[in-house]
């Protein structure tokens, strides 16, 4: 079984902002296309994944990514982040009908395909499941069987409504690189733990070297 993976990447002018006191604003555009960029060449690399659809409206961030092998589908609702991915996952469906898909965080830096396929084989045993962010409050992904909308709730206490949607949670161990995402400081700091790819690894290594 193969998964096609719905990746939201907002307009790099307006991600991050959260990461204020981390990366001032000429170089959060860059941070947050360095997530998206690892984040998605990662995805690509997992046995598990057929193909990776990203869903944006900014122009660079759909030029590199395409680069990398993804597919760019335009972000035309304009609705937010849940219309985004709904439109993303119907155009998936419109083109390969019966398409396992499912959602995923544009900011998990960390992302290691071996873990990601662990969170896929177990997401296919339910029509649809989730898995929690590190802090056990927000969702880093989201996965619907080919029968199944998508329906996302991701926002705010996403993992409480993606629960009472009736998706199942994914308790799984050791796949903390699928988990963490990124928003603040402390975030970047536990993914940089971890390991990163090279291209959040690259722009890091400035943000230090400016800090010195």
Not at 42 to 65: F, M, N, Y
Not at 91 to 102: F, I, Y
Not at 140 to 169: I, K, N, Q, V
């Amino acid at each position: 079984m193969q998964w096609t993976l719905v990746v939201p990447v907002k307009p790099l002018t307006r991600a991050k902002s959260r990461l204020a006191d981390t990366a001032d604003d000429g170089v959060r555009p860059g941070l947050a296309l360095a997530f998206a960029l690892d984040t998605v060449a990662a995805a690509l690399a997992c046995p598990a994944v057929a193909d990776v659809a990203v869903v944006t409206a900014d122009p660079r961030a759909g030029r590199e990514l395409a680069e990398l092998g993804a597919g760019i589908v335009r972000d035309e609702p304009g609705g937010g982040l849940n219309a985004a991915l709904a439109h993303g996952a119907a155009s998936v469906r419109a083109a390969r009908p019966g398409t396992w898909v499912a959602a995923l965080n544009a900011d998990l830096p960390a992302l290691r395909p071996a873990e990601l396929t662990r969170v896929l084989a177990a997401a296919a045993q339910f029509p649809r499941a989730f898995l929690a962010d590190a802090a056990g409050i927000g969702t880093t992904l989201l996965a619907a069987a080919p029968d199944r909308a998508l329906a996302p709730a991701f926002g705010t206490d996403s993992r409480a409504r993606h629960h009472a949607s009736g998706a199942m949670e994914l308790r799984l161990d050791a796949v903390d690189s699928v988990r963490q995402d990124v928003d603040t400081g402390g975030d970047l700091r536990a993914a940089l733990a971890l390991g990163v790819g090279p291209r959040t690894a690259a722009v890091a290594a400035r943000l230090l070297i400016a800090g010195q």
